[in-house]
């Protein structure tokens, strides 16, 4: 009964190809996030949704569309992948703005 | 929200306390203080958090001065699974809430 959930956990693909990396929780949240974690570990925010509106988009290539078809739902889609997007995309959810809870990670590498 | 700072590295002997410390001199009156931890390829994992009193939950204890400037996450009886990355972090309750920074955290090495 996994809380937050991301698929696929590795990715590895070529610069040009789009990309699209599927975030679900089931703890009932209506606030969902994406966070970029780079070689050097510093974690940032990219977008935040709250009950499938968006709320927080921080400065983010337009390459980066993010989609909540539901409120347990945040997918994130990257076109046309460049090197300097390998990194580790986590998600996390949280009720309102209360703790947030993070998924395993998406590691993306892009060659 | 408010930046902390953290000792890069701390080493801690098995089953002893760990007391990480974290400064965060320029806390809001309205802003918590969260730890996290991650431990290698993992995501962030929630510990604690607290406004202006002591926590404590089956994982840990939040120390707050009075003043509000400094906490500490302390863990009772560490064992090698605590060897991690530990993060402070300072967030209200609004909605720039996710906007909260991670940086770049503690990481404590548990020895036998």
């Known amino acids: 009964d996994t809380a937050v959930s991301q698929t696929p956990k590795y990715l590895v693909t070529q610069m040009g190809n789009d990309k699209s990396i599927k975030c679900e929780q089931n703890l009932g949240h209506d606030t969902m996030y994406w966070y970029k974690q780079d070689s050097k570990k510093f974690l940032k925010i990219m977008f935040s949704y709250n009950n499938k509106e968006l709320i927080i988009n921080e400065t983010v290539p337009n390459r980066f569309s993010p989609k909540s078809p539901d409120k347990a739902h945040l997918n994130l889609h990257i076109n046309s992948l460049e090197l300097g997007d390998s990194a580790v995309y986590f998600c996390?959810?949280?009720?309102?703005?209360?703790?947030?809870?993070f998924g395993p990670g998406t590691r993306l590498t892009v060659l | 929200d408010a930046k902390t700072t953290q000792p890069p590295s701390m080493d801690c002997a098995e089953g002893r306390a760990a007391n990480l410390p974290c400064n965060h001199s320029t806390i809001s009156g309205n802003e918590y203080v969260y730890w996290y931890r991650q431990i290698h390829s993992q995501g962030p994992q929630y510990i604690i958090h607290?406004?202006?009193n002591n926590e404590t939950n089956e994982m840990a204890s939040l120390i707050i001065t009075e003043d509000r400037k400094s906490s500490t996450l302390i863990l009772p009886h560490a064992t090698l699974r605590d060897t991690a990355v530990y993060y402070c972090i300072v967030r209200a309750h609004n909605t720039n809430a996710g906007k909260s920074t991670f940086g770049d955290g503690t990481t404590l090495t548990v020895k036998p």
């Open positions: 607290g406004l202006k």
């Open positions: 996390a959810s949280s009720l309102g703005t209360d703790t947030q809870y």
